[in-house]
C-alpha cells in the first residue's frame, strides 16, 4: 500500500508516518509512506498512491480544494482528512472522502480507518465495464451481472438490483467480459459466480431459471467447475 501524506505539521506527518509503519507489520501488509508539505507537490504526484492523507488546513493552501483538484482526474483513491475538528464534514462529502482523524491521533482510530481504506481498496479491484444508455454511460461491476438476455437489436442486463436494457447485440457485450466467468448458453450469457443449481436440463442463476440445450450441458458444468477452482 502507497500512502500519501499531505501534511505541513511536521510532528502530525510523523505520527502518520508511524503508525502506518505499525499498520503494516501488524497486518502483514508492506506499506510505502511518502510525505509533502505542499498541495501542489502532492498533485503532480497523485497518481502514485493507493490512498492520501490530506490537511483540511495546510498553512498557505486549503486541503478541501487540493481534495477538488485531486478529484478532478482522479475519482477513485481513498481519501481521508486530518482535522482539528470535524467541522468540514460535509465538504468531505463532496469529494468522497473515506474518513475523517482528528487530531491529536490515536492509533486505534487510525488502524479501523486504515481498515476502511483497505476495504475500498479491495473493492475497486472488482472489474467493471461501461455500457450506453439512453441517459449516457454507465459503469456496471461485473459482480452485480447476473446475466445477459439478446432481444432483437437490444441486451437486457439482468442485474441485482434490477434490470437494465441497452441497444446492441448479446456478441458484442459479450466482448466486454472475460470467458472465464461468464458462460454463452444460446441468447443468454449467463455469470458463473450468480449460477447457485443445474439440476436437469435447468441452470438456476440469480433470480432466473434457464434451459440448458442437451449438447451444452457438460461444457456448462465443465466451466462451472473451472470458476469455482480457479485461485
Not at 89 to 117: C, H, Q, S, W
Request: a negative charge; one cysteine or more; glycine letters at 6%.
Amino acid at each position: 500500500m502507497k500512502i500519501a501524506i499531505c501534511e505541513d505539521k511536521h510532528e502530525i506527518a510523523a505520527i502518520l508516518k508511524e503508525y502506518s509503519a505499525r499498520y503494516g507489520e501488524e497486518k502483514g501488509v508492506e506499506v510505502e509512506v511518502q510525505a509533502f508539505s505542499k498541495g501542489s507537490a502532492f498533485l503532480a504526484k497523485q497518481h502514485k498512491f493507493d490512498a492520501v492523507f490530506m490537511d483540511v488546513e495546510l498553512q498557505d493552501e486549503n486541503g478541501i480544494e487540493v481534495a477538488l483538484k485531486l478529484r478532478e482526474t482522479n475519482k477513485e483513491t481513498p481519501l481521508v482528512f486530518i482535522a482539528s475538528s470535524k467541522q468540514f464534514v460535509l465538504k468531505g462529502y463532496e469529494v468522497d472522502a473515506v474518513d475523517f482523524l482528528t487530531t491529536p491521533i490515536n492509533y486505534p482510530e487510525f488502524a479501523t480507518m486504515l481498515d476502511r481504506v483497505q476495504v475500498r481498496l479491495v473493492r475497486m479491484d472488482v472489474p467493471s465495464i461501461a455500457v450506453m444508455t439512453k441517459d449516457g454511460a454507465k459503469r456496471i461491476s461485473v459482480d452485480q451481472i447476473e446475466y445477459m438476455e439478446g432481444s432483437l437489436h437490444h441486451v437486457i442486463y439482468h442485474l441485482v438490483d434490477g434490470d437494465l436494457r441497452i441497444r446492441g447485440t448479446l456478441g458484442d457485450e459479450a466482448k466486454k467480459v472475460t470467458q472465464d466467468r461468464f458462460f454463452r448458453l444460446g441468447g443468454y450469457l449467463i455469470n458463473l459466480g450468480h449460477v447457485h443449481k443445474v439440476w436437469e436440463d435447468d441452470v438456476y442463476v440469480g433470480r432466473a431459471c434457464l434451459p440448458i440445450k442437451h449438447d451444452q450441458k457438460s461444457q456448462l458444468l465443465a466451466s462451472l467447475l473451472a470458476f469455482m477452482n480457479r485461485g
